[in-house]
Nanobody
Framework: QVELVESGGGVAQAGGSLRLSCTASGRTFGPNTIYAMAWFRQAPGKDREFVGAISRGGATMFAESVKGRFTISRENSKNTMFLQMNSLKPEDAAVYYC?????????????????WGQGTQVTVSS
C-alpha cells in the first residue's frame, strides 16, 4: 500500500508564506509508481478544488487563483512533493490535500488521482 502524508500546515498572516510537503511511503515502485502529483484544497462549506499539479518530469500546472503565488516542486528520489505558498490571502485558508496518480498526465480533475493524503490545515489571518 502507498500512503501519502502531508506536513507543514499552520497559521500564516496575509501576505506571508508557508511550505507544505507531501511524502509517499510504502510500496512506491512497479505498478505503484507515483507519476503526477497534485494539491487540492477544501474550505469549510465548499467543494474540494484543484490547486496545482506536477508531473514526474517537473512540468506544472496551476489554478488561476494561485498562479504567480504558489509553486510546486518534487524530489522523486524521496517521493516527496512541495507546495510553496507565497503572498497568502485569507481565501487560501483551507485543508490542503496531496494526491498522486498512476498517470503522468497533468489534470485538475479529482478522478485523475487515485491516492490521497489526510490533509493539513492552512489558516491565513488578515
Amino acid at each position: 500500500q502507498v500512503e501519502l502524508v502531508e506536513s507543514g500546515g499552520g497559521v500564516a498572516q496575509a501576505g506571508g508564506s508557508l511550505r507544505l510537503s507531501c511524502t509517499a511511503s510504502g510500496r512506491t515502485f512497479g505498478p505503484n509508481t507515483i507519476y503526477a502529483m497534485a494539491w487540492f484544497r477544501q474550505a469549510p462549506g465548499k467543494d474540494r478544488e484543484f490547486v496545482g499539479a506536477i508531473s514526474r518530469g517537473g512540468a506544472t500546472m496551476f489554478a488561476e487563483s494561485v498562479k504567480g503565488r504558489f509553486t510546486i516542486s518534487r524530489e522523486n528520489s524521496k517521493n516527496t512533493m512541495f507546495l510553496q505558498m507565497n503572498s497568502l490571502k485569507p481565501e487560501d485558508a483551507a485543508v490542503y490535500y496531496c494526491a498522486a496518480s498512476a498517470s503522468n498526465s497533468l489534470s485538475s480533475a479529482r478522478s485523475n488521482y487515485n491516492r490521497w493524503g489526510q490533509g493539513t490545515q492552512v489558516t491565513v489571518s488578515s
